[in-house]
């Protein structure tokens, strides 16, 4: 124990935040609160100097550890490999159990998709205690926080951030959670924790990107320590997504990981862990990355696919963007679709998205909420279920194998994001309404059937009407 705790000092001197932008590259220390660039406005990474951190190599280094559960920091699927994430002291680590997920062999969702039988896998992300993905970040940020000495925590949040911001401050007691939500959609399953967990929920009158402009400018004004994914230490957290799969397929590397695109913090964690992994020759390829947006809210689909806008080494076309964001402005045009976690037009993760495609040859397709709601449905009859958002990323999948971009031999790894619970109201709308009043009930447009609806079956109460209903429709 002694010697794992000397090891873990060293680790944070080796490690430090530096500016994305190739032309800047500010350094600042692992310590300071900076949520940007304070020099040119750029992203910033956590960066790791992996010799002086002494990060071991070898898979069976981060296996092994699963033998010693008993130990917080050896159940957490994040600090398992704290190695690879080396920025925090363990004294300081927040863990609540986090990253027991699960990797499903889907094979009923892989015939919907088009993929041979044992080649399509769902990346269960919604068994996280807050039920979202966003733990994995969240441990790591809030870890950060407390290494800090910060008392209060806000964020900007469509529901999942805001929930694990909530519970990580109420299981921990550390700090106070400060939480800003767009009067829009916010699924109940979410709010509903929020407010349980005691976080000071403000509902501003403005969506998502409102919200995300507010949050930054009052924590700046208060000092308050914000947890959005423009933090890099919450996409530290998040690269051990990858980390989980890779176990899971015994340290092989899958042909794509899909993944649905937001604020692009997910996409983002994913480049940056294969970044490091290829640099640790932890892995000898790396996988393509497949972002889906929402029709309803495809900045990035628009800019990467239409526009043209790339990584380009770090200089990216900034007059393209800025065009693109002035014409939104000048249409008023905001983000809508279903799955409210990704209705977000304005994605503040977005150069770092665009490295992280540039990296793993990635692509962007947009699904609409019709193929969304219809892949969430075979999701669930497949097991587990998911959100919304989630259900993005089947319905992405389907449409690149449809385009012959997948190849059915493909080995492909799609992430579920959140839970099924997240969002009660989306499911039960699309098996219990009309068809005419479908769109009215869940307050978008563009969705005109509920194709793989599950209705329930109104009988009388007689054991007679009962049984012949069961005969019936069984
Ligand atoms: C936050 C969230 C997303 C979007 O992830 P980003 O990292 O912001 O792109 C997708 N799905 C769910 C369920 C989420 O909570
Ligand atoms: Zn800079």
């Known amino acids: 124990m002694l010697q794992e705790r000397v090891q873990f000092l060293i680790f944070r001197d080796a490690a430090y935040q530096q500016c994305i932008h190739p032309d800047c590259g500010a350094q600042f220390g692992i310590e300071q609160v900076v949520t940007g660039c304070n020099i040119c406005g750029s992203l910033l990474d956590v960066k790791y100097d992996w010799n002086q951190a002494g990060t071991p190599t070898d898979w069976s280094y981060y296996q092994n550890k699963w033998g010693r559960r008993y130990a917080p920091l050896n159940f957490s699927g994040i600090w398992r490999f704290h190695e690879l ?60 926080a407390h290494s800090v000495g910060a008392q209060r925590a806000a964020c900007a949040s469509t529901g999942n951030t805001s929930a694990s911001l909530a519970m990580y401050c109420a299981v921990s007691q550390l700090m106070k959670a400060v939480i800003f939500i767009g009067s829009g959609k916010i699924a109940y399953g979410k709010l509903s924790q ?13 969506d998502f990107d409102d919200a995300m402009k507010r949050v930054q400018e009052v924590c700046r004004e208060l000092g308050i320590y914000l947890v959005n994914s423009i ?58 990355l497949a972002i889906i947006n929402a029709a309803g809210a495809d900045t990035l689909y628009e800019l990467y696919e239409n526009r043209g806008v790339r990584w380009n080494g770090g200089h990216i076309d900034r007059n393209v963007l800025q065009s693109y964001y002035d014409e939104l402005d000048t249409s008023n045009k905001k983000a809508s679709t279903i799955a409210s976690a990704i209705e977000i037009n304005r994605p503040v993760n977005f150069d ?12 962007v397709r947009k699904a609409t909420d019709q193929q969304i709601l219809d892949a969430k449905a075979k999701v669930g009859i497949g097991g587990i279920g998911c959100e919304p958002a989630s259900a993005a990323s089947v319905a992405g999948a389907k449409m690149l194998r449809e385009q012959g971009i997948i190849a059915s031999s493909d080995r492909v790894v799609c992430i579920l994001t959140g839970h099924q619970l997240k969002d009660p109201t989306a499911t039960v709308a699309y098996h219990t309404t009309d068809q005419d009043k479908f769109n009215e009930v869940l307050g978008v447009r563009g969705v005109s059937r509920a194709n793989f609806a599950n209705r329930a079956v109104a009988v009388s109460n007689s054991l007679d009407e009962i049984i012949k209903a069961i005969k019936l429709y069984g």
């Open 194 to 206: 929020a407010l349980e967990y005691g976080a000071l929920t403000v509902q501003i009158a403005g």
């Open 352 to 363: 770092k998205c665009l490295r992280a495609l540039d990296f793993c040859d990635g692509v």
């Open 85 to 144: 994430l080396p920025f925090a002291t363990p004294e300081h680590v927040v863990t609540v159990g986090e990253g027991q997920t699960l990797l499903q062999q889907a094979d009923f969702v892989s015939k919907y998709v088009g993929m041979d039988t044992g080649n399509l896998f769902l990346q269960y992300e919604g068994m996280n205690p807050s039920g979202s993905f966003k733990d994995n970040g969240m441990s790591a940020a809030f870890t950060h």
């Open 231 to 288: 933090n890099p230490f919450r996409l530290e957290g998040q690269k051990t997504i990858m980390f989980r799969v890779l176990e899971q397929l015994g340290w092989e590397v899958p042909d794509w990981i899909v993944v649905p695109g937001g604020n692009l913090g997910n996409s983002s964690s994913f480049g940056k862990a294969f970044i490091e992994l290829k640099q640790l020759g932890l892995i000898d390829r790396v996988p393509r």
